[in-house]
């Protein structure tokens, strides 16, 4: 076996495994690769990656094998059939999945006899090198602190806490937000141009507005904490609000989804408000209290 300290296994050669592979080997580190399709390995190999011909041999190589997946089904999928080579191994898990999914991955593994680690990546696409990614791990601290220097090159390190599945809560928290944005910016883009104008011109003012948006995360989340908070004025102004870019998206053929069900959470946090006696916040609606609370 390779030396613990600078040799991995990747396993999962899709974009994000292909750019992790070249961050270990530009930092020095020895990497074994194994992927489905055997011919993404090709380019590893030319970068200077060693191909192992089966999964065994790719888990026989190293001790920490760093899984790049589209989810945790196909970590069943390619590690079951070689199983009993597990034991002993850390397997640092860095594909998306649901928490869940996560804590389930774990206990398999470990009743396999080996260690695990989650990870979320935050990377600007798939450049991991980009300033503004990092990687959310969890899972036992010990483990992580064992192995976080080899798995550094990745990107920077936020460690967060042993619950397996918290890497993941945190990343989907984040790409809960993430995937509404990009949308959003894709029906306001269409609606500048649809109109006849410039999307260069706008885009300057979506960036400045943006700035305001670390002041509402710090307000809402205080509130966030104390149960959410909301006054009906606000609530039928968002309403309103809501109508007008659903016409402003129609006058020019535009899709207005989104912000048919950003109204539809207004309205049904009015309603809720007038069936309450009190004005009920779309964090509420969003099920953060429960009914027995
Ligand atoms: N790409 C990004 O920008 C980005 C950014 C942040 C996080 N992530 C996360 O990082 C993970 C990997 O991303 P990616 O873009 O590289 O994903 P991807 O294009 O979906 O590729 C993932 C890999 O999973 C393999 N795979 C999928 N199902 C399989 C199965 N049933 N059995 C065996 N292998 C299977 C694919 O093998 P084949 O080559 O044989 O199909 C491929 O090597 C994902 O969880 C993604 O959400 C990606």
């Known amino acids: 076996m390779s030396d613990l300290r600078r040799s991995v296994t990747v396993i999962g050669l899709g974009p994000m495994g292909r750019a992790m592979v070249a961050a270990f080997l530009k930092a020095g580190v020895e990497v074994t690769v194994w992927n489905r399709s055997p011919e993404k390995a090709d380019a590893m190999v030319q970068l200077g990656a060693r191909r192992a011909a089966t999964v065994a041999e790719a888990l026989d190589a190293n001790a920490v094998v760093v899984l790049s997946l589209t989810h945790y089904a196909a970590m069943y999928d390619v590690l079951g059939p070689a199983a009993d080579r597990l034991r ?18 774990a206990a398999w593994l470990r009743q396999h006899g080996a260690e695990f680690l989650s990870g979320g990546v935050m990377s600007v696409g798939d450049n991991i090198e980009h300033p503004a990614s990092y990687i959310f ?8 602190g064992a192995h976080a220097e080899l798995l550094r090159p990745l990107s920077p390190q936020e460690y967060l806490g042993p619950d397996d599945g918290l890497a993941q809560v945190f990343y989907q928290g984040l790409l809960t937000v993430f995937h509404p944005w990009l949308l959003a910016f894709d029906q306001a883009t269409a609606m500048i141009a649809r109109s ?16 305001a948006f670390p002041y509402f995360m710090e307000q809402f989340s205080v509130e966030n904490q104390n149960g959410g908070w909301a006054d009906v004025a606000g609530l039928r102004m968002m309403d309103a609000g809501a109508q007008h870019i659903i016409d402003a998206s129609a006058e020019v053929g535009v899709d207005a989804t989104l912000s048919h069900t950003a109204q539809a959470f207004w309205r049904r946090a009015v309603a809720a408000s007038a069936a309450a006696g009190r004005a009920v916040s779309t964090f509420e609606l969003m099920g953060a209290i429960s009914e027995n609370s």
């Open 88 to 105: 002993g191994k850390v397997i640092a898990n860095l594909s998306s999945d649901s928490p869940g999914q996560a804590r389930r991955g």
């Open 196 to 211: 006849g104008h410039d999307i260069a011109q706008f885009v300057p003012f979506a960036v400045r507005s943006s700035a």
């Open 137 to 144: 791990y969890s899972g036992p601290r010990a483990v992580f």
